[in-house]
């Protein structure tokens, strides 16, 4: 309850958080705190694993609904999506972080390069870099020889303002696949509780409806915390979409068994 209370009061509670920071003298922590760079390094791999599980896995199950598959068959088939889906997403996200940073990597070391060979010609573009910040030309001399003197500073300053590129590098790749993977597994084995659980047939459907409307809006109203919208406003987002894309997948089902006449 403290969680889902907080999704809805974040923001004042932050302030709080900020102004008690600050009073005690700590502005550094305080600013820290109030950014939440540093927070939750692994949150935005949850809320969107969690995502897209609930969407993609009720769909399985609306789907299957519709065209009057046994429980049996939906089982296999939630549990099919949940498994491959979510191992697909997770890899996904592996490979394109490892991408991302080995792409970094690869440009730190073409302008090392550069730093050595053409020294002359990379502080004038420190030079324009320090114009476009609109330093006086009088301080830009000090200020030049005080950026290159360290080449790791110098290196920085390249990667940042000149190639435009950012050296993330909290958490490891796979740890970020794993909390992909494990939060589509989580929230997608929601709808398939009543199947799994083998309540009665006549109620599964309803039951696993039901709990899939709340997980909707609960994934949904977590994005909040990675976007700092309005957790209400999230959460029917992706009630919504989710419903839609549930809704389609039922009539699509029933559709097909009708237009095909498949009997299983």
Not at 127 to 153: C, M, Q
Not at 224 to 253: C, M, P, R
């Amino acid at each position: 309850m403290a969680f889902i209370s907080s999704l809805f009061s974040k923001e004042e509670a932050r302030k709080k958080r900020f102004v008690r920071l600050v009073q005690q003298g700590k502005y550094q922590e305080a600013s820290d705190e109030w950014h939440g760079l540093h927070h939750g390094t692994y949150l935005e791999d949850f809320v969107y694993g969690s995502n897209d599980g609930i969407i993609t896995t009720f769909a399985v199950v609306a789907g299957a609904a519709g065209a009057l598959l046994s429980p049996g068959i939906i089982i296999i088939l939630g549990i099919a999506n949940l498994l491959a889906d979510g191992f697909s997403m997770g890899a996904s996200n592996l490979l394109a972080l490892r991408s991302g940073r080995d792409f970094v990597k690869l440009q730190r070391k073409r302008e090392q390069w550069l730093l050595e060979m053409y020294p002359e010609q990379e502080k004038e573009q420190v030079r324009a870099i320090l114009r476009r910040w609109s330093l006086p030309e009088e301080i830009i001399a000090k200020a030049i020889y005080a950026l290159t003197s360290d080449r790791e500073r110098w290196m920085n300053l390249m990667i940042r303002e000149k190639l435009d590129l950012k050296e993330e590098e909290h958490g490891s790749p796979l740890a970020h696949g794993v909390v992909t993977f494990l939060a589509f597994v989580v929230a997608g084995i929601i709808p398939l509780a009543p199947y799994l659980l083998g309540l009665h047939v006549s109620y599964q459907f309803l039951i696993s409806s039901i709990s899939a409307a709340i997980a909707f809006f609960l994934v949904g109203a977590a994005r909040s915390l990675v976007t700092d919208g309005s957790a209400w406003k999230t959460g029917l987002e992706i009630l919504v979409i989710g419903g839609l894309a549930s809704g389609v997948a039922y009539g699509l089902g029933w559709a097909v068994k009708a237009v095909f006449g498949v009997t299983i």
